[in-house]
């Protein structure tokens, strides 16, 4: 396989991927670690949403190439599957000073890694001729498949915030929120953050401390004759039923998080 192989080093604004071709099947791969180290992203993170995801582990294989440490099997993406695999990252997950660099991969990293190896002759016979037609219109077809997945993933996405925004204050508005924190929780590998964003986001923009306002409102329900074991599951959420203003403004904040987080 080895020998099979062909590796170039590509320069994409500033940054140094790896182009590799198969001479015997002709598909170009790229490394993910140097995707991954060029958006600041997490690599493990992104092998294993790469071998999990129903469409993008079709794409993925493991090849020898270089490294700092000699030849080593690493993780790498047929270029076709790239454009995909880029447009499920979520612009929320890398640095501000990177989202621009995300859509520049996002459109154009595929062909520059594909440029790497089309320094080719022109083909000679109709053989030739043939062959090239055969896997133009192959790859054609793989960026439809791909075109068309991107748009369902944006559709479902789109869908998900919609139903988020009309979350109701009258309605099961705590249950809607929570079901918004945790898909984001689920998203970023961690529940507990997202729900503390929230809340410090609320104590700012409504200009309260939830923690004093639950401890009275469990002061009242003790003197109102609620029981101990009942006032002490009192929450932050309860709190925020209890008012008005608190409630409208953390419904704000949730659709607001759905939206910046990419959730359904």
Request: aromatic share 4%.
């Amino acid at each position: 396989m080895k020998n099979d192989l062909v590796v170039k080093e590509v320069n994409f604004n500033g940054d140094v991927l790896v182009a590799v071709k198969s001479n015997s099947t002709g598909k170009i791969f790229t490394g993910v670690k140097w995707i991954c180290e060029g958006l600041g992203l997490d690599v493990r993170r992104q092998r294993e949403k790469l071998q999990e995801h129903l469409t993008l582990k079709k794409g993925v294989s493991t090849l020898p190439l270089p490294s700092n440490g000699g030849i080593q099997n690493t993780l790498a993406i047929e270029l076709d599957f790239l454009p995909l695999w880029l447009a499920t990252i979520n612009p929320a997950l890398v640095k501000e000073e990177i989202k621009t660099k995300l859509v520049e991969y996002q459109l154009k990293a595929k062909d520059v890694l594909a440029q790497a190896f089309l320094q080719q002759s022109k083909p000679v016979c109709i053989e030739d001729v043939l062959i090239q037609s055969l896997q133009e219109m192959k790859a054609m077809r793989m960026e439809i498949a791909v075109a068309k997945e991107i748009a369902v993933t944006t559709k479902e996405e789109v869908q998900g915030i919609r139903d988020v925004i009309v979350i109701n204050p009258r309605s099961e508005w705590r249950k809607e929120a929570n079901r918004a924190l945790n898909a984001i929780g689920r998203k970023l590998g961690d529940f507990k953050n997202p729900k503390d964003e929230s809340y410090r986001a609320l104590e700012e923009r409504a200009k309260c401390k939830l923690s004093i306002r639950l401890k009275n409102l469990q002061s009242r329900a003790l003197m109102n004759g609620m029981t101990k074991s009942k006032v002490d599951k009192l929450n932050n959420l309860d709190v925020i039923e209890n008012d008005t203003r608190l409630k409208e403004i953390y419904i704000a904040i949730i659709k607001e998080m759905a939206i910046k987080y990419g959730v359904a």
